[in-house]
């Protein structure tokens, strides 16, 4: 991914986007021009100053700016930071990205100073992941290999009836098979690779330990679980909308190994509007 000029975004331009700012700055010094803006603006948030003194980046000479001051040339790379508000809107052919972060200032919560604070070091932390994870494809060299095949292999104490219900899940029977393994193929399939950090958590659906499989819609979520049911399998967590980190309609599985399989639907702009204002899941 290469880019010169970075641009983040939020609605005041006070805490996320002015954190951003701060953190990108540090990470890529002089190699990259860094700006924020906002489609609001407002000023910087004492909290968002405060979190940022703690791990020695100053915000103090910061002020918030208006995306309409920005001049969309100079820029070629939009990262959007808002996730209960409606985004900014930035004219111009930049690449665009979106990380979602929840407001850290918690307007209409009654918190203390040192809790609010709390949720500001909170975001601080995991816009800096991102924006490592960011730096690290900057500069990614030329592909070492030329795949022509990718396979994701799960052990399972029944291959048989592990076969039988991914023969179900996919609607495709097994191209091959021996005592020892069984092999699906199918073009229609698209994948999604996923890596683990490292944090020593137990494994479980709630840290990325799982298989996804992606439909149209929600109807589609809801037919699947039914049909699930009506074959006898598992479900692990009944069909639900939920908001926070990746907005989706979902229902899980677990199969005849023990593993986790997350059925999904990606929600539409007219369902992201229908977001309740705590972010909690609602069942479907």
Known sequence: MQFQNILFLCVANSARSQMAEGLARQLFGDSVVV?????????????AIQAMAAVDVSLAAHSSTSVQDVDPATVDLVITLCAEE????????????????P??????ENLTDAERLEHFCVARERIQKRLEI???????PSSGAEPSEFHLSIR????????????WLFALEPSYWTDRFVVFDDARLNNRLVFL???????HQDTMYHLGIGVKCKADVLACQERAVSAGFSIEKPARTTWRNMPLHEFWLRDPGGNLVEIYAMLTA?????????????EI
């Open 35 to 47: 700006q924020s803006a906002g489609s609001a603006p407002s000023r910087v948030n004492p909290f």
């Open 86 to 101: 409606v985004c900014p809107l930035f004219l111009g052919d930049a690449k665009r990205l979106h990380w979602p972060i």
């Open 103 to 108: 407001d850290p200032d918690r307007k209409n």
């Open 134 to 140: 960011l730096a690290a494809m900057r500069d990614v």
């Open 156 to 167: 399972t104490p029944d291959l048989a009836a592990t076969a039988r219900f991914y023969s």
């Open 197 to 203: 950090v490292d944090d020593g958590m137990e494994l």
């Open 270 to 282: 007219d369902e992201l509007a229908e977001m309740p204002s705590d972010m909690e899941p609602v």
